[in-house]
């Protein structure tokens, strides 16, 4: 019997090669008149934005570019104050989850105002926002659906999650034509940053039949076409797949949640300020190692969904683990140890992977000591 469960995507989604030439008419749509274009240094210097800005040709912007990776709070206060100054009414997120991540907030507190860390804390209510626009250039994330922004509180090296669904995005534009330049190693990581989105969406014990469905979808895409979008950038078709398999992932974590993956990845990426795509990388099929044993028939399906197939459940599910690895390797994703960590650090990495709410909904129970058997193994391995 199914349980009752609820299935909200807020955010209008214009899907489709070319599709970064509807900005313009979404802009009219909005009503917007001055807008602020939140995105990082990196973009700017690889130009993607000019195309952007030729876009902008007759309305009244101003580019804000000092969003960090794993964006900080002050990222979100300076960014504000100067969206305020300028009186801007429309926020346009052009670039990853952290451009992503940040306009949400931005947008947020441009419009009602107050403390980032009131919001990080709990102590603060969102009740609206600017316009937003959504313009992903990594097939990762899948933030431009999702109605949560994940910020450092950079006091504590933590990242908090403020969850809303007025956070969503109004619009997203997700162009795969945006991906072609994006270097083979980003491709890679953040490739598996949406199959970890999707595999934690599948299994979470929140999971419903319209998440899994996208997220099974997601796993096809993203296991099939990975390898050939690392290995030609300006492969279309790959691109393509990757950018719908990343929105099909963030469509459905976000009605559901991640899991243990996500709760290490966001502790090494507060301690160590990793690329969380990196950090979830080199500890996903360690975490599926774990959790294989209370969802065998869940793990032995996205199997299926990667082409791999065995004699049974537990076998297919372990095949299918084995096969993440490979591929893995096979596009060149770093180990643990390119993140310099240190294992006297695990113990205090597996207390804040504990804290974080998400473990809840891992289909494995999971504690202190799990995860810090798990960082153990993932250290370990990276001998091999």
């Known amino acids: 019997m199914i349980n009752h469960f609820r299935f909200i995507i807020p955010t209008k989604i214009n899907y489709g090669a070319g599709n970064l030439s509807l900005l313009p008419r979404e802009l009219e749509k909005l009503g917007s008149e001055k807008v602020m274009v939140v995105t990082d240094s990196k973009l700017i210097r690889l130009k993607l934005v000019e195309r952007l800005e030729k876009l902008l040709a007759g309305y009244d912007y101003v580019i804000y570019d000092g969003i960090e990776q794993n964006p900080k709070d002050y990222n979100i206060t300076n960014a504000t104050a100067y969206a305020v100054r ?19 907030m931005i947008a947020v507190m441009a419009a009602q105002g107050g403390d980032i860390k009131e919001y990080m804390f709990g102590k603060r209510e969102i009740e609206k926002k600017l316009n937003l626009i959504a313009i992903p250039t990594t097939a990762g994330t899948g933030s431009e659906v999702a109605f ?21 995005p109004d619009v997203a534009i997700v162009d795969p034509e945006l991906t072609l330049t994006v270097p083979p190693e980003i491709t890679a990581t953040s490739g598996i940053d949406a199959l970890t989105h999707a595999i934690e969406g599948y ?37 393509d797949k990757m950018m719908i398999g990343s929105l ?15 709760c290490m990845a966001e502790a090494l990426g507060s301690t160590y300020d990793s690329p969380h795509g990196i950090c979830n990388s080199v500890l996903l099929p360690y975490v599926m190692e774990y959790n294989v ?22 076998m297919t599910a372990s095949e299918g683990i084995e096969h993440i690895k490979i591929l893995s390797k096979r596009i060149g994703l ?14 205090m990495l597996a207390n804040m992977a504990e804290r974080n709410a998400s ?26």
Request: charged fraction near 25%.
């Open 86 to 104: 300028e009186e801007v009414d429309t926020i346009i997120a052009f670039g990853g989850g952290s451009p992503n991540d940040a306009a949400k």
């Open 148 to 168: 949560w922004s994940v910020i450092t509180n950079s006091e504590e090296k933590l990242k908090y999650s403020i969850r809303n669904p007025i956070l969503a």
């Open 203 to 239: 299994t979470s014990l929140r999971s419903e039949p319209i998440a899994d469905a996208m997220a099974l979808c997601a796993i096809s895409h993203i296991t099939k076409y990975i390898e050939a979008a690392v290995n030609d950038g300006s492969d279309l078709e790959a691109r």
């Open 248 to 262: 099909m992932a963030g469509m459905s974590i976000v009605n559901t949640d991640v899991g243990a993956v996500h």
């Open 293 to 314: 044993i209370k969802s065998e028939e869940k793990y032995a399906r996205m199997a299926n969904y990667m082409n791999v197939y065995g004699p049974n459940d537990l």
């Open 334 to 347: 770093p180990n643990i140890k390119s993140l310099k960590v240190t294992p006297d650090d695990f113990s």
């Open 359 to 384: 473990s809840l909904n891992n289909p494995r129970k999971i504690g202190k000591e799990d995860y810090l058997k798990i960082f153990i193994r993932a250290y370990e391995d990276s001998d091999d």
